[in-house]
Structures are given as C-alpha cells and as structure tokens.
C-alpha cells in the first residue's frame, strides 16, 4: 500500500512538473525578425517584458529569407516573424504557412561607412559609385539569396546604371569584392566597425543606429519612394525560393516591411497582444526614435483574414 502511495505520489509530482513546463512554454513568444529590426525589435521586448513579466520574448534575428525558411524547410515553431520585404511573406509562406500579413514599416538603401573609410572626405551621391570601384576600397553588402537587403543592393546598382546612364556599372559592382558578402546586412557592421572594409551597402536605420555616416541615394534609386514604382520595377533580380533548386523573381520595389503570425503558431494569442503593442502608438514610434519610419497607413493585401484584434491598425477595414 505504501509503494502504491509512493508511486501515486511520484506520478502526481511529474504530471505536475509537465503542466508547469506546458505552462511556461505557452508564454514563451518566438519571433523570427529579420536582422536590421534587431535594435528596435530589443526595445520593444525591453518595454513589453517589463509590463508583462509572465512573457518571455524569444528573439531570433537573420536574413528574412533564412528566417521564412526556418518555417517552411526546418519547421520551426516561431509564433512571430517580421520580414524586411512584404515578398517573401506573401510569396513564400502564404497561404501554406501563414494567410495574412501587415506592412508596417518602411527603410533606403544607403552607403553607408566611417571617418576611417578611404575618400570618406569627397565620397557623395554623385560619385560614390565610382569609388566603390576602386581598387584601394573594399566594399560589403548582403547576401541576396539570403536577406532581402542583399537583393536589394544588387537592384540599386542596376537601377544605378540606368539612373547614371553607365552600361556594365551593376556588372562590375556585383563581382568586385564578393569576400565580403555577409548572411545578413547587420553583419557588415563590425566589419566597418573594425576597418575591415570601407564601405557597405546598407538600410539607413542600421546607420542611424550605429552611429554610422552615410551617402543617401537618390530618390531614383534608394527604394524609398513609392512614386517612383514604376522605375524601380524595371530592376529584376532571380533569388532562391523556398528549396535550393527553386528560384523567383524580385523585382525593385517601395521597401515595404511586413509581419505575420504563422498558422502553426505555438501561442498565438500571445503573439497577437504583443502585435497590438507593436502596432499601436507606442510601438510605431519605438521604431521612428530608431531610424526606421513606420508606414502610414499600415497595410494589407488579405483584409478578410486580418485578426479581428488587429484590424483597429487597418483604417481601411475598420469597423
């Protein structure tokens, strides 16, 4: 009777212990984020933790494209994740892995380096391209099959040689300096940082945020002007999609970033109260405060399956 007592006794402490992990896993939230919303993405976990101290934010940052295929190839469980592109959310995880997805923040492509940076004194929007190539300067930029700020570099030089009226200019630009090609743009930091190279091509709000001085692009061809659609669609680009012998087409865009909460979402509830603080006021200008402007209006190309708890960010599907 006693060992039954003891075995009962035993069984209702593990059964127990199980609940208690169960528990604590459900408040754990997993986001995927790509890597140049790493510093606002941290502040908004700082701030909504400290509120909420039953709430563990899981963050893990890589290149959009790496982090959509933590999901579709490696089935990782992510309760978030938020892309620097709207595309490969929309292209590569919907409608099998997610079947909604909110535009919520904007960004340019820059040059951006520091005082230690060869020509740092003479380089401008006017000839930095011609700096780039020379042959004392190093240069770094992202992967494009990787990180949608990789792609997009590739499609600033193109939109570069035709803006500048110089054939062969994104030619020589893309096989020069291929060394120092990184997974993700915030890796290329360090090696500005350490003098490793010169220049990077990087999003303004990494720049802002790491104290960086930078070239701006014009409004032609740095992606953020959404008036200039139209010429930025002439720049095309083939990526790998969600296998390796998979490939898509990108084409230059209005840098529009986005996010979504998968369907197979450990604790979507958690996720979607964590994505009203981010989208609300508060969260909106967490990101401002860090270089990055929000989008306004925030947007979506599948109103219909929208969370009801996040439509009151839509304006045009407010009730």
Same mark, same amino acid.
């Given at each position: 009777?006693?060992?039954?007592?003891?075995?009962?006794?035993? #069984?209702?402490?593990?059964?127990?212990?199980?609940?208690?992990?169960?528990? @604590?896993?459900?408040?754990?939230?997993?986001?995927?984020?790509?890597?140049?919303?790493?510093?606002?993405?941290?502040?908004?976990?700082?701030?909504?933790?400290?509120?909420?101290?039953?709430?563990?934010? =899981?963050?893990?940052?890589?290149?959009?494209?790496?982090?959509?295929?933590?999901?579709?190839?490696?089935?990782?469980?992510?309760?978030?994740?938020?892309?620097?592109? &709207?595309?490969?959310?929309?292209?590569?995880?919907?409608?099998? &892995? #997610?079947?909604?997805?909110?535009?919520?923040?904007?960004?340019?492509?820059?040059?951006?380096?520091?005082?230690? #940076?060869?020509?740092?004194?003479?380089?401008?929007?006017?000839?930095?391209?011609?700096?780039?190539?020379?042959?004392?300067?190093? &240069?770094?930029?992202?992967?494009?099959?990787?990180?949608?700020?990789?792609?997009?570099?590739?499609?600033?030089?193109?939109? #570069?040689?035709?803006?500048?009226?110089?054939?062969?200019?994104?030619?020589?630009?893309?096989?020069?300096?291929?060394?120092?090609?990184?997974?993700?743009?915030?890796?290329?930091?360090?090696?500005?940082?350490?003098?490793?190279?010169?220049?990077?091509?990087?999003?303004?709000?990494?720049?802002?945020?790491?104290?960086?001085?930078?070239?701006?692009?014009?409004?032609?061809?740095?992606?953020?002007?959404?008036?200039?659609?139209?010429? &930025?669609?002439?720049?095309?680009?083939?990526?790998?999609?969600?296998?390796?012998?998979?490939?898509?087409?990108?084409?230059?865009?209005?840098?529009?970033?986005?996010?979504?909460?998968?369907?197979?979402?450990?604790?979507?509830?958690?996720?979607?109260?964590?994505?009203?603080?981010?989208?609300?006021?508060?969260?909106?200008?967490?990101?401002?405060?860090?270089?990055?402007?929000? =989008?306004?209006?925030?947007?979506?190309? @599948?109103?219909?399956?929208?969370?009801?708890?996040?439509?009151?960010?839509?304006?045009?599907?407010?009730?």
């Amino acid at each position: 009777m006693r060992k039954l007592l003891l075995f009962s006794i035993v #069984a209702l402490f593990f059964i127990s212990a199980c609940r208690t992990k169960s528990s @604590q896993e459900k408040s754990d939230i997993i986001i995927f984020h790509a890597g140049s919303l790493s510093v606002p993405f941290h502040e908004l976990k700082e701030v909504y933790s400290k509120r909420n101290p039953g709430i563990k934010i =899981l963050l893990e940052p890589a290149g959009s494209l790496v982090c959509a295929r933590k999901i579709t190839e490696l089935k990782k469980p992510c309760d978030i994740i938020a892309s620097a592109d &709207y595309y490969v959310i929309n292209q590569l995880l919907i409608p099998e &892995y #997610a079947d909604w997805s909110i535009r919520f923040a904007t960004n340019e492509i820059v040059i951006a380096f520091s005082d230690k #940076a060869r020509y740092s004194d003479e380089i401008d929007s006017a000839n930095c391209f011609d700096i780039l190539l020379r042959d004392d300067v190093l &240069y770094g930029r992202s992967d494009p099959d990787a990180d949608p700020c990789g792609y997009r570099s590739v499609l600033v030089m193109k939109l #570069a040689e035709k803006y500048y009226k110089k054939p062969g200019l994104a030619d020589r630009l893309t096989s020069k300096n291929r060394d120092y090609i990184r997974p993700k743009e915030v890796d290329l930091v360090a090696l500005i940082e350490s003098n490793s190279i010169d220049y990077m091509f990087q999003y303004k709000s990494v720049a802002i945020q790491h104290n960086l001085r930078y070239v701006e692009l014009p409004a032609e061809i740095n992606l953020s002007d959404p008036s200039m659609e139209e010429f &930025y669609n002439t720049a095309v680009l083939s990526i790998r999609g969600n296998k390796p012998d998979d490939k898509i087409t990108v084409r230059g865009e209005f840098i529009n970033y986005s996010l979504t909460v998968p369907l197979n979402a450990p604790d979507r509830e958690a996720a979607i109260k964590f994505l009203s603080f981010v989208l609300g006021n508060e969260g909106m200008e967490i990101f401002r405060k860090n270089g990055q402007k929000p =989008l306004i209006p925030l947007s979506t190309e @599948q109103p219909g399956k929208i969370p009801e708890e996040l439509k009151i960010f839509l304006p045009d599907i407010r009730k």
